[in-house]
């Protein structure tokens, strides 16, 4: 599925994203390590009232959309991110960047920085200063 349908997320599938991108320790591979549908349900049903079977639907959906992996594990089936929390964030932003263009962007992009806490405008500066170093590397 195309990568601008990941970054529509409902509420439930961002709450699932949260728990897959901070729950999943690191595993021998590098990425996160696989999670069970019951470990995810556990999670949040500490928060809310769920249905095992609305968080597997939930997954399923996740998988394809292509925000997590689906992983077999004998008859169920193991899940973990395939997208990182940055990475989402930045498909949402492009996308909502996309549906403008020239000098409406730019008055987007003014409007966005206008606004912007004086901890986003130093994350930023700090983003673009570091886009210019790779360029000159």
């Not at 019951?38 to 809310?48: F, N, T, Y």
């Not at 996740?62 to 940055?86: C, H, N, S």
């Amino acid at each position: 599925m195309a990568e601008g349908r990941r970054a529509h997320l409902g509420e439930l599938e961002r709450s699932v994203m949260d728990y897959l991108w901070s729950a999943a320790p690191e595993g021998n591979g590098g990425g996160p390590s696989p999670v069970t549908v019951r470990q995810v349900h556990e999670a949040l049903s500490g928060s809310r009232e769920i249905a095992y079977t609305t968080v597997m639907t939930v997954l399923d959906r996740l998988a394809k959309k292509g925000a997590v992996e689906q992983l077999r594990d004998g008859r169920a089936y193991l899940y973990r991110p395939a997208v990182t929390r940055d990475e989402l964030t930045a498909e949402l932003m492009h996308e909502a960047l996309g549906t403008v263009d020239g000098a409406d962007r730019t008055s987007a992009l003014v409007r966005f920085i206008d606004t912007a806490t004086p901890d986003d405008a130093a994350a930023l500066r700090a983003a673009l200063a570091q886009l210019e170093r790779r360029g000159e590397a």
